[in-house]
């Protein structure tokens, strides 16, 4: 995509997997997005919780959670 001033923005495409990340005491859920990027595909892990805040749209098309195992 590009903004008003004619730069290009990297927006996610979509989410192409999920895991949850064991911590000491918590389990934090993590899902790996792939974006539009002009260099080529680009992978990032992103927190769930904020991503599904900032791209709910991306969460309509995804499979369900994994289930964390203990």
Do not use: C
Not at 36 to 49: L, Q
């Amino acid at each position: 995509r590009i903004d008003d001033q004619l730069h290009f923005v990297e927006e996610p495409v979509e989410i192409m997997d999920r895991e949850v990340k064991r911590l000491k005491q918590s389990h934090v859920p993590l899902v790996k997005v792939r974006w539009n990027s002009k260099r080529g595909p680009n992978f990032t892990w992103e927190r769930e919780d904020k991503f599904k805040g900032k791209y709910p749209h991306l969460f309509s098309k995804t499979a369900p959670s994994p289930s964390a195992t203990s």
